[in-house]
C-alpha cells in the first residue's frame, strides 16, 4: 500500500498513483480528514487520487511532500455498512451469466456472495463504482451502450458494480433494479454510498418501484411582489451561475460555476458585489430581462449590445460594457448576439437570491443540480442591499483574438506518456478549431488545415487537413480524476478541453492541461474560430522546452485496466 508516482494534472493539481485500492482508499480518507495546504479538493479513482490546490505553489509543495506520507502507519478509516436490496430482472442478466460461465442463478449468487467497496465516484452525482472481493463478474460493457438506463438500475462494467441513481445513457451490463434512492439532497449526506463504504447486495422477489429524490426547487416559482428581474426572453441558453460548488468530487459533484469566472467577478464588482454573488451567464445573446424595483446592473464578458426599451418598447438608451448602469422599473433589458465572444455575465446589485445547493447557486448542466435554466416568465429575487458596498473599476477585457489563433498556455500530463513525438507535434505545432458541439462541459477541437492564413473575421483558409493526437499506447485507462482546462483525448484523436460541468472522472487519457487563467478566454470561443496551444512549465508557467516524456521513471509510471 504505496505510492508509486506523482504526477502533475495542470499546475494547480496532482494526480497521484498507488498500488492498489487499498493504497486510493487510505489517501483518500487521510486527504479528507487531514488537508495537504491549500487543498481544495481530493477525487479517488480506480488506481489514483487527484489532488486539487488553490495555487500552484501549493501543488509543486504537495507533490514533493506526498511521496514520503506513510499510509501503512495510518491505516483507512473503515467507512459506512449499506445493504441494498435488488430485484434481479435485468434485461443483461442472461447474458452476464453466458459471459461468467455461471449461469443466471450463479450470477445473482456471486453478486450476493461478496461485499463491495466503494471505490470512486464519479459519472453522475450518487453513482459509485463499487470493487468486489473476486474478478468473478467482471464483464465487458455492452458494445452498444443504452441511450436511456432506468434509476435505480442495478448494474457491471469491467470490475465494477453500481447503482444508476438518475435516467442516464449507459453501456453497463443491467442484473436488476432497486428500490434504494442513492443520491437526495434532503439527506446530510447527499450520496447512499461514498467511496470506502461497504455494500452488500441483497436478493428480494418483490417487485419495487424506483422512487426519485426530489432535489430542492431553487428558483421555481418565487414571490413576483419583490424586487428582482422578470425574463422576458432566456435566448439560447441563460443560467444563474456563481464561482462554484468545490469539495464534492468524490460524490460526483463537479465544481460547475461560471465557465468565465473572470468575467462573473467583473460584472459583480462594477455594481458592489461580493466576488461569489449570483449572476446570470448567457450564450450567445437574446436575453431579455424586465426590472421590478429599480435595479443597478452591469454586463462583462463577450462584446455584445445593450438596449434598455420602456414598456411601450421604445428605445431610451444603450449602456455601455463593463459599466454599471440603471435599469428602472417597468425597463427592460436586452442583449444582442456577440460580435467576439460567446458568453454574457449580467450582474445586479445584490445578487440573485435564488436557493443555494450544496452551498452554491450555480446551475450545473451535467448534474442537475441547481437553478433550471431560465425561461420565459421565470421570476429572479434580488438579495437586499444593506450597509456601503464599494464599487470596483473594470478591467481590461480578456476576449479571444479575432484576427488569429488564441493562444492557450498548457502543461503536459498526467498522460502524456501515452502519446509519442508525433502527438507532441500536432499540439502545439498546428492549429485546432472549435467544433459547434462545444458547450459548459467542453470545447471539442478538430484540426485545422495545415498552412492555413487566419483572415479576421474570416474562416480558415483551404489546406490540407491537420494531424490528430495519435497514440502510442494500447488498451484502456482506469478511470481517475479531471481537472477544468483538461485536454482529454478519446481514441478519434480530436481533443476535449473540459470546461466547469466536465465530468469528475474520465477514462480517456489527458495529454496536457489548459493553465487556470486562460480558461476565461477558453470559455469564450466561438465555433469555427482557431485555437494554438503553447506547453509552458507548470512550476513557472514559462514556455517549456516540449519534448517526450521519458518512460520508465518513477513519477511517469501508468497502469493499464479495463475503463469503467
Known amino acids: 500500500m504505496s505510492i508509486t508516482g506523482v504526477r502533475w494534472s495542470g499546475p494547480n493539481a496532482v494526480l497521484v498513483e498507488l498500488t492498489g485500492l487499498a493504497g486510493v482508499l487510505a489517501l483518500h480518507d487521510r486527504l479528507q480528514a487531514e488537508p495537504l495546504p491549500g487543498q481544495l479538493d481530493a477525487v479517488a479513482g480506480a488506481a489514483t487520487v487527484l489532488v486539487k490546490f488553490g495555487s500552484r505553489f501549493h501543488a509543486g509543495a504537495a507533490r514533493g511532500l506526498l511521496p514520503h506520507l506513510d499510509l501503512a502507519a495510518r491505516g483507512h ?25 455461471l449461469g443466471a442463478d450463479g450470477v445473482v449468487a456471486a453478486h450476493t456472495g461478496q461485499v463491495w467497496t466503494g471505490a470512486f465516484g464519479g459519472f453522475a452525482p450518487g453513482f459509485t463504482y463499487l470493487v468486489g472481493e473476486n474478478d468473478s463478474l467482471s464483464v465487458a460493457r455492452r458494445s452498444s451502450p443504452r441511450t436511456a438506463v432506468p ?71 418565487p414571490d413576483q411582489a419583490g424586487s428582482g428581474l422578470l425574463v422576458q426572453a432566456p435566448g439560447l441558453q441563460s443560467l444563474v451561475q456563481d464561482l462554484g460548488r468545490p469539495g464534492f468530487g468524490d460524490l460526483g459533484v463537479s ?41 443597478v446592473l452591469a454586463v462583462a464578458g463577450a462584446a455584445v449590445r445593450l ?31 456577440p460580435g467576439t465572444g460567446v458568453r454574457s455575465y449580467l450582474g445586479v446589485r445584490g445578487g440573485l437570491a435564488v436557493e443555494p ?47 488569429g489563433p488564441t493562444e492557450l498556455r498548457v502543461t503536459l500530463g498526467p498522460r502524456d506518456d501515452w502519446f509519442g513525438p508525433a502527438a507532441f507535434t500536432a499540439l502545439a505545432g498546428q492549429d485546432w478549431l472549435v467544433s459547434e458541439q462545444s458547450n459548459r462541459i467542453g470545447v471539442r477541437l478538430t484540426p485545422g488545415p495545415s498552412g492555413g492564413a487566419w483572415p479576421a ?36 484523436g480530436h481533443p476535449v478541453l473540459f470546461l466547469a ?62 475503463q469503467p
Open 77 to 101: 478509516h473503515a467507512g459506512n455498512e449499506v445493504t441494498i436490496e435488488v430485484v434481479y430482472d435485468g434485461e443483461d442478466l442472461a447474458e452476464v451469466g453466458r459471459l461468467t460461465g
Open 151 to 221: 434509476a435505480g438500475s442495478v448494474a457491471l462494467g469491467g470490475a465494477f458494480s453500481a447503482v444508476y441513481p438518475r435516467q442516464s445513457p449507459g453501456g453497463w451490463q443491467l442484473l436488476g433494479h432497486t428500490s434504494a434512492v442513492m443520491w437526495d439532497l434532503g439527506r446530510k449526506s447527499p450520496a447512499l454510498v461514498r467511496p470506502g463504504d461497504t455494500v452488500r447486495y441483497v436478493a428480494v422477489r418483490e417487485r419495487v418501484a424506483v422512487r426519485s429524490a426530489v432535489a430542492p426547487g431553487p428558483g421555481s416559482a
Open 255 to 295: 465544481v460547475s460555476g461560471a465557465a468565465d469566472p473572470r468575467s462573473a467577478r467583473q460584472a459583480n464588482r462594477l455594481v458592489g458585489n461580493e466576488p461569489g454573488s449570483a449572476v446570470v451567464e448567457n450564450l450567445l445573446g437574446g436575453l431579455a430581462v424586465q426590472a421590478r424595483g429599480d435595479q
Open 307 to 337: 438596449e434598455v426599451r420602456d414598456a411601450d418598447n421604445q428605445l431610451l438608451r444603450t449602456p455601455a460594457l463593463h459599466t454599471p448602469f440603471a435599469l428602472l422599473d417597468g425597463e427592460t433589458l436586452s442583449l444582442g448576439a
Open 357 to 403: 445547493v450544496l452551498g452554491s447557486r450555480s446551475s450545473d448542466s451535467m448534474s442537475g443540480i441547481g437553478p433550471p435554466p431560465l425561461a420565459a416568465g421565470m421570476f429572479l429575487p434580488i438579495a437586499p442591499v444593506t450597509g456601503v458596498h464599494p464599487v470596483g473599476p473594470a478591467e481590461s477585457t480578456l476576449l479571444p483574438v479575432a484576427d
Open 457 to 492: 473575421g474570416e474562416a480558415a483558409t483551404p489546406g490540407a487537413p491537420g494531424a490528430a493526437l495519435v497514440r502510442t499506447r494500447e488498451g484502456e485507462l482506469p478511470s481517475e480524476g479531471t481537472v477544468p482546462g483538461a485536454l482529454q483525448v478519446p481514441p478519434n
Open 501 to 562: 460541468d466536465h465530468p469528475v472522472t474520465g477514462g480517456y487519457p489527458v495529454i496536457a492541461v489548459v493553465v487556470p487563467g486562460d480558461l476565461p478566454l477558453a470559455a469564450q470561443l466561438q465555433p469555427g474560430r482557431p485555437v494554438r496551444f503553447t506547453v509552458v512549465d507548470p512550476t513557472t508557467l514559462a514556455p517549456a522546452n516540449q519534448e517526450p516524456p521519458h518512460h520508465g521513471e518513477p513519477d511517469q509510471t501508468a497502469s493499464e485496466g479495463t
